[in-house]
T-cell receptor, first 108, second 113 residues
Framework: RKEVEQDPGPFNVPEGATVAFNCTYS??????FFWYRQDCRKEPKLLMS???SGNEDGRFTAQLNRASQYISLLIRDSKLSDSATYLC?????????FGDGTTLTVKP | NAGVTQTPKFRVLKTGQSMTLLCAQD?????MYWYRQDPGMGLRLIHY???????AKGEVPDGYNVSRLKKQNFLLGLESAAPSQTSVYFC????????????FGQGTRLTVV
């Protein structure tokens, strides 16, 4: 079993749709969680951190469920510019483990 | 305002050749990482370092060596390149504080023929 697993995708949604991704992790001692966005052939860039209490940044909401060991990312009112691959990353004692990513395509 | 810089950006190697990829960061970060990313897949951790003079193995360390002689630099070496090492390599750095994001370099596209 992989340490970090993401919804396989791809997700193809129309503009304005709401879409949610999940990411599960196997190590209960994991300490920090993030969502990164990666555009084709570019380096990953931080989308948002995931806090225990959940956090929101505009159209994006991230949540952490420690009991079930997963994090989620919700995107509301999808834009064409949201098309990208979304990577979750889990950090434990300095070691960071990425999921394989979920590809989102937003269509007109 | 350089952040994390990787060199080279592109390289073609013949099987059996060796090379070193350099990662430099100017943010005084303690943690540095080397990842590889194959088409359609996520980032897999090769090696990482929690401070100057330290290194540790990640998920896929075989065929690679690393050194962190200076805090700002993290070198990734391929002693005898193989076609299976054809990939995009990303370096990243982060602070000691748990919960702080990692910053990535722009990647090195390596092809081994």
């Amino acid at each position: 079993r992989k340490e970090v697993e993401q919804d396989p995708g791809p997700f193809n949604v129309p503009e304005g749709a709401t879409v949610a991704f999940n990411c599960t992790y196997s190590n209960s001692a994991s300490q920090s969680f993030f969502w990164y966005r990666q555009d084709c052939r570019k380096e990953p860039k931080l989308l948002m951190s995931v806090y225990s209490s959940g956090n929101e940044d505009g159209r994006f909401t991230a949540q952490l469920n420690r009991a079930s060991q997963y994090i989620s990312l919700l995107i509301r009112d999808s834009k064409l510019s949201d098309s990208a691959t979304y990577l979750c990353v889990v950090i434990n004692a300095g070691k960071s483990t990425f999921g394989d990513g979920t590809t989102l395509t937003v269509k007109p | 305002n350089a952040g994390v810089t990787q060199t080279p950006k592109f390289r073609v190697l013949k099987t059996g050749q060796s090379m070193t990829l350099l990662c430099a960061q100017d943010m005084n970060h303690e943690y540095m990482y080397w990842y590889r990313q194959d088409p359609g897949m996520g980032l897999r951790l090769i090696h990482y370092s929690v401070g100057e003079g330290t290194t540790a193995k990640g998920e896929v360390p075989d065929g690679y060596n690393v050194s962190r002689l200076k805090k700002q630099n993290f070198l990734l070496g391929l002693e005898s390149a193989a076609p299976s090492q054809t990939s995009v390599y990303f370096c990243a750095s982060s602070t000691w504080t748990v919960g702080t994001e990692a910053f990535f370099g722009q990647g090195t596209r390596l092809t081994v023929v």
